[in-house]
């Protein structure tokens, strides 16, 4: 899997708090993972900081991926789903048409 982050330091807003704003996306299967956090000043991400946006972003990587093993089970119990009832309405046309088969001789005995 390919995680691509990019944090950015800029002269943007805060939240109301006063925290400066982190904006997250992601990269997995198709998706792109860019970290952003904006401050008002023009400073270093402090370690802290850095260290629970690397987490923050670990944390969404981690989701993403469990996120792709569930959509894929799901998938195949679908595509099981799929098949099941295929061959279920096989079967069911099947007794139909023996059944038809079989209510046609009775009226043909009675005939007799």
Known sequence: MIALVKAEMSGATHSPQGLPKLELT???TGFI???RLFSGK???MSDT???TLEDKVDELIQLCNNMKKENQMLRDDKHNWENERK???EKNQLART???KV???LKTLEQI
């Open 26 to 28: 992601g990269y997995c």
């Open 87 to 89: 061959v279920l309405v």
């Open 33 to 35: 993972v860019t970290c």
């Open 49 to 51: 900081s850095f260290n």
């Open 42 to 44: 023009n400073r270093q």
């Open 103 to 105: 209510l046609q001789r």
């Open 98 to 100: 023996r059944l038809e």
